[in-house]
C-alpha cells in the first residue's frame, strides 16, 4: 500500500489502523514522506486517546517512532508533533522517555 493509503485508513480510524500507522512508521528512516504522515497523524484525538499500554497512545507510538529514526527530516517533525500535544500530554511522555527535553530523547526500537 501507498503511504497515502495507509494514512487513510489510520484517519479513518479503521480496524486496522494501529498496524497502518506502524507500517508507515516502519519506513521513516528512508522516506520522508512517511515520516511527515505519521507527524500529521499524531495530531489526530483518535490516536492520543487510543492507548497501546498504560499511558502510551498510538499518538506517542509516531512520535517515538519519528525520534527513533534519527534522520534531520524526523527529528525536526517529531518535536512539531510533540509540540501540538498539549502540556499534560508533553509532561507525561517526557516522564515516560525519562527525558527533560525532547531533543534529550532517542528512543531505540528493536
Given at each position: 500500500?501507498?503511504n497515502a493509503e495507509l494514512?487513510?485508513?489510520?484517519?479513518?480510524?479503521h480496524p486496522y489502523r494501529?498496524?497502518?500507522?506502524?507500517?508507515?512508521?516502519?519506513?521513516?528512516?528512508?522516506?520522508?514522506?512517511?515520516?511527515?504522515?505519521?507527524?500529521?497523524?499524531?495530531?489526530?484525538?483518535?490516536?492520543?486517546?487510543?492507548?497501546?499500554?498504560?499511558?502510551?497512545?498510538?499518538?506517542?507510538?509516531?512520535?517515538?517512532?519519528?525520534?527513533?529514526?534519527?534522520?534531520?527530516?524526523?527529528?525536526?517533525?517529531?518535536?512539531?508533533?510533540?509540540?501540538?500535544?498539549?502540556?499534560?500530554?508533553?509532561?507525561?511522555?517526557?516522564?515516560?522517555?525519562?527525558?527533560?527535553?525532547?531533543?534529550?530523547?532517542?528512543?531505540?526500537?528493536?
Amino acid at each position: 500500500m501507498s503511504n497515502a493509503e495507509l494514512a487513510r485508513m489510520v484517519e479513518s480510524e479503521h480496524p486496522y489502523r494501529g498496524k497502518a500507522l506502524f507500517e508507515l512508521s516502519d519506513r521513516i528512516p528512508t522516506d520522508n514522506d512517511a515520516a511527515t504522515k505519521v507527524a500529521m497523524l499524531s495530531r489526530l484525538t483518535s490516536l492520543r486517546r487510543a492507548r497501546l499500554f498504560d499511558r502510551v497512545s498510538l499518538a506517542w507510538s509516531g512520535i517515538i517512532a519519528l525520534l527513533a529514526a534519527e534522520t534531520d527530516h524526523s527529528r525536526a517533525v517529531a518535536y512539531e508533533a510533540f509540540g501540538a500535544l498539549d502540556i499534560d500530554e508533553q509532561r507525561d511522555m517526557l516522564d515516560y522517555l525519562e527525558v527533560a527535553s525532547i531533543e534529550e530523547a532517542h528512543p531505540r526500537i528493536a
